[in-house]
Each structure stands twice: as structure tokens, then as C-alpha cells.
């Protein structure tokens, strides 16, 4: 039951790739990657990993990111699939800060000495950060607090691959 909000994500993705295009739809126009850290309530700091697709309208600033974010710390785990909206502040090709904020699930895993228990939470993104492009991919820095039962504060960095027109 819990790979069913990865499996519904990846159906949302799919079908936005397929949907037919207009000149004013969103359409998948990146790949990305994240590393960092991560504090959460009632667990010790944590290695954060994680991964992202994008989609833009052709000359807008805001962009759709569904992603992916998992970390371990603790004998507790997260995977967190979620949908954020992203708005940069400066045209595509140029360096610029940008916020966003977002939804998402939150599987967590806690092992005890008496085996592992589980529960699952809706938890809201709001974040910040600023984008460096460069020839071939898009460099960013971001700072991510998420407000759930387990609320966290994190950092990372990563890396935005985009193809197509966008």
C-alpha cells in the first residue's frame, strides 16, 4: 500500500508527458537530483537524497516539480513523494533566487527492539533557494522546511538536468 502514491506520482508524470501540447501547456521539460541534510523533529540530523521531474510553460517562471525525497536517521526512516510549485524570480539562463511550496506524503519507517511500526502524514513544503545555470545543466542551493507531524528543516544541492525546448 505504500508504493501507491509513488505509482499514482508517476502516472500524473506520464500522463503530463503524453497529454497533448499547446502552446500553453506544461510539459516535461527537466530531470534533477538532490543531496543535503535534514533535521527532523524527534530524529537526528540525516543524509537527505532525492530527485525530481520538472514541467514549464514555455516563457513562464513557474514551474511543477514532482519528486522524490528519502532519508534514515535514527531507526527512523521518511520517503516522501511530493508535488511542489516553483517560482524563479529572474529569466531562464540567468542566475536567480526562487520560492516555492508544496504537499506531500510522508512514509514513516521506526525500528524498535520489538520489531517496526510505520505511519503515514501529509506534510506542507515551503522552500527557497536560488538557481546557477550553466551550459548544460542548472546548479541549485535550496533551504526546505516541511510543517507535518514530524516537521523538518533541511539543506541541499543538486543538480537540474533540462532537455527538450523549455
Known amino acids: 500500500m505504500k508504493s501507491l502514491p509513488i505509482v499514482a506520482l508517476l502516472v500524473l508524470a506520464l500522463a503530463c508527458l503524453y497529454a497533448p501540447s ?3 501547456a506544461y510539459g516535461l521539460s527537466a530531470i534533477g537530483a538532490r543531496i543535503g541534510s535534514v ?12 530527485g525530481h521531474l520538472e514541467f514549464e510553460q514555455s516563457g513562464s517562471r513557474l514551474h511543477l516539480q514532482p519528486g522524490v525525497i528519502y532519508w534514515s536517521s535514527d531507526n527512523v ?5 511530493n508535488f511542489d510549485l516553483m517560482y524563479h524570480f529572474a529569466s ?3 542566475v536567480s533566487p526562487y520560492v516555492g511550496g508544496g504537499a506531500g506524503l510522508h512514509f514513516y519507517n521506526v525500528d524498535t527492539p520489538f520489531g517496526s511500526s510505520g505511519n503515514t502524514d501529509l506534510g506542507a513544503n515551503m522552500f527557497g533557494g536560488v538557481l546557477v545555470p550553466m551550459s548544460d545543466v542548472r546548479l541549485f542551493g535550496e533551504a526546505r522546511f516541511v510543517a507535518s507531524d514530524r516537521s523538518q528543516f533541511g539543506i541541499t544541492g543538486g543538480v537540474t538536468m533540462p532537455f527538450g525546448n523549455h
Open 22 to 24: 499547446t502552446a500553453s
Open 92 to 94: 531562464a539562463g540567468r
Open 39 to 50: 533535521d527532523p523533529d524527534g530524529a537526528g540530523s540525516a543524509l537527505e537524497i532525492g
Open 77 to 81: 526512516s521518511d520517503v516522501n513523494p
